[in-house]
């Protein structure tokens, strides 16, 4: 027999899938619970989400239940879910931050930002909900906020210990370290700390060699140039990086490649839940700079997409790599 949240949701129009339901339990368990939701003795944790506080509860603890299942396979549900929750509590952040994280998906990225930016740190959240404090950077970044973007993960990187998730780690290390190295001297200082620290956790398999090349890069942009090219030829040039590159990023490369297009670029901005999401145009940099003493054409291709933006503070610092025979850098 179904339980009467899960009768509840099918007499609502939004039938639970069977595999949703087994999975509940689960979801509940990963998700951030907000007060409603919550078990009513904290000892006891058989209930989860279903043991609430009434009718009006059940509903909504179910809406966000089901929304945050269906998140990744199905972010046009969640974002239902979330509007039917917030019908019902409208003062309550946690379906704003639903909402929120299901627009990202739906690369909606100022939408997301307006609905992370009010919520994701309302003080009846959880302070430990690492994923979606990385996600209103990622929204702020994606929207063009950079300082607002470099405000969130500031705030993210004392609580990714709140993870035991060694990817999400390194991903929002790696997205913090790309933001902060932009945020003048201090920033940059910031970024070389984090990423320092990072080549010292445990490896995460597919994300060590980013995180070194990123570290070099930075570096190179803070006057230490023979520690960067150290770290710099201990990689195998840039090719291996280039699997990073976004749809944004290979259209640049093949635009600097024949000949100026005019117009912006067509290829959409992308959000990945395991992958680090980069400022526009700065992974042009770090293959650049990691592909100088290996591989002149790569790095000559890379460096002239980046200064092919003609905006950011390390112009200047691309455009001396492209013209200087000291650092092997192609002409």
């Known amino acids: 027999m179904l339980a009467p949240w899960v009768l509840g949701l ?82 309550l952040a946690e379906p704003r931050v639903l909402l929120g994280r299901a627009l990202l998906r739906k690369s909606d990225f100022a939408g997301a930002y307006a609905a992370l930016a009010p919520s994701v740190s309302d003080a009846g959240r959880p302070l430990g909900d690492v994923a979606a404090l990385r996600e209103l950077g990622v929204a702020a970044l994606l929207s ?6 470099a405000a969130a993960y500031r705030a993210l990187i004392p609580r990714v210990a709140f993870t035991s998730d060694p990817t999400l780690i390194r991903v929002a290390t790696l997205e913090a370290a790309s933001v902060l190295a932009l945020d003048g001297p201090a920033g940059l200082a910031d970024a070389i700390l984090y990423l320092s620290e990072a080549r010292r956790a445990p490896s995460v398999p597919g994300l060590d060699d980013i995180a070194t090349a990123l570290l070099a890069l930075c570096l190179d942009r803070a006057g230490n140039g023979e ?95 492209l013209n200087s025979p000291a650092r092997s850098a192609p002409r």
């Open 10 to 91: 099918t007499l609502l129009g939004a039938p639970p899938r069977a595999s949703e339901v087994a999975a509940l339990r689960t979801f509940a368990a990963a998700s951030p619970r907000p007060a409603p939701c919550r078990p009513a003795l904290l000892l006891d944790e058989s209930g989860l989400w279903e043991r609430t506080r009434g009718g009006v509860t059940e509903r909504y603890c179910a809406f966000l239940a089901f929304g945050y299942a269906r998140l990744r396979s199905d972010p046009d549900a969640a974002l239902e879910f979330a509007r039917r929750a917030e019908k019902l509590y409208p003062k």
């Open 227 to 321: 520690q960067a090219q150290i770290l710099a030829r201990s990689l195998d040039g840039g090719f291996a990086l280039e699997r990073f590159q976004s749809a944004r990023d290979r259209e640049r490369l093949a635009r600097t490649a024949l000949a100026p297009v005019d117009g912006p670029i067509k290829a959409p901005l992308e959000f990945s839940e395991r992958e680090p999401t980069w400022v526009d145009g700065e992974l042009h940099a770090v293959i650049g700079f990691t592909a100088l003493s290996r591989d002149a054409r790569l790095a000559k291709a890379q460096l002239l997409a980046y200064v092919s933006l003609g905006a950011g503070p390390f112009q200047d610092w691309a455009k001396k790599l």
């Open 144 to 149: 063009g906020r950079l300082p607002e973007a």
